[in-house]
């Protein structure tokens, strides 16, 4: 396992804590050069104390375009980062600021970087240090960032109003942790389009900021009942499943979206209107249009 070390309590601690678990843990070390000598400092130190390999890599200003900098290294490894629940605070209360989100640090990123101190406050860090006597650097940058803004002066006036200000943030993640992983990513991210399974023949599907459930595709190999339609076909191969975004039918340019709005299908029905599918070409949509080779009969009766 590869450590990214900055010197600070939090990494060191990680790197520590994991060889003393009997872990094989290698570090790295990314200098950015963003303060002179003192930044040259902190790539010796982990050099000395870790073993560290320094990668020197400038450019990047803000903490985005720093951070995607060094988790642009070792990516043929499994690696690990100091964040605690001090780091998940600070990114919660950001994240609700900015945009509204009580979305926090992942665990594990979706590129495999894991997160093993999420569990532990960053004063538990800097004990542990102290305890085994491990020398650690400080990053005097820290205070001129958005993250220092909020962990040196917004969480200490949060605090005088309730003195468990940091762990009652914590709680806007209990509601997602008791959904499905998948679907409390889906509720999240409010930026993007995305269909999670949700089992038992059932979809959650969000974009942007629509969100709705639909139903599997389910094959149509014997009479499929959607709704208020009853669909039967000769041909093999074929599913009903619902419409998404970019369906075209098939053999012709024009846009199944485009063919509701012809249709002066209402909104709210068309994302249950059942289709009838080929892989990813669309063969029919019932009671509206079929395309070639469809063979497909569909009556709707209401019941």
């Given at each position: ?44 130190f982990c050099q000395d104390e870790f073993d560290a390999e320094v990668v020197d890599r400038r450019g990047g200003t ?134 999670v399974d949700l089992g038992g023949g059932v979809q959650a599907v969000r974009e942007y900021d629509r969100l709705w ?87 709707k009766r209401w019941t």
């Amino acid at each position: 396992m590869t450590v990214l070390v900055s010197g600070g309590p939090d990494s060191t601690c990680l790197w520590h804590v994991l060889r003393e678990l009997g872990y094989r843990v290698a570090a790295l070390h990314v200098n950015h050069h963003l303060r002179g000598s003192e930044s040259d400092a902190d790539a010796r130190f982990c050099q000395d104390e870790f073993d560290a390999e320094v990668v020197d890599r400038r450019g990047g200003t803000t903490e985005d375009e720093l951070r995607r900098i060094r988790y642009a290294f070792a990516t043929d490894r499994l690696r690990a980062t100091g964040h605690t629940l001090s780091d998940q605070v600070e990114t919660i209360l950001y994240r609700l600021v900015t945009s509204g989100s009580a979305k926090g640090i992942k665990a594990k990123r979706d590129d495999g970087v894991v997160r093993p101190l999420l569990c532990i406050w960053r004063g538990d860090t800097r004990s542990y240090c102290e305890e085994h006597g491990l020398p650690f650097r400080e990053d005097s940058s820290n205070r001129d960032t958005v993250r220092g803004l909020i962990r040196d002066e917004i969480l200490p006036l949060l605090r005088r109003i309730h003195p468990a200000a940091d762990e009652n943030l914590l709680r806007a993640l209990d509601r997602r942790e008791t959904l499905p992983p998948a679907l409390a990513e889906l509720l999240a991210d409010p930026a993007a389009s995305k269909r999670v399974d949700l089992g038992g023949g059932v979809q959650a599907v969000r974009e942007y900021d629509r969100l709705w459930l639909e139903r599997s595709p389910v094959a149509l190999d014997r009479e499929v009942r959607w709704g208020p339609w009853r669909i039967t076909t000769s041909l093999p191969g074929l599913k009903v499943r619902t419409w998404r975004p970019g369906d075209r039918l098939a053999g012709r340019s024009k846009k199944i979206q485009d063919v509701f709005v012809d249709a002066k299908i209402p909104r709210t029905e068309r994302e249950q209107w059942p289709l009838v599918v080929r892989g990813d070409e669309i063969v029919a949509v019932p009671g509206i249009l079929d395309a070639r080779g469809g063979d497909a009969r569909m009556t709707k009766r209401w019941t």
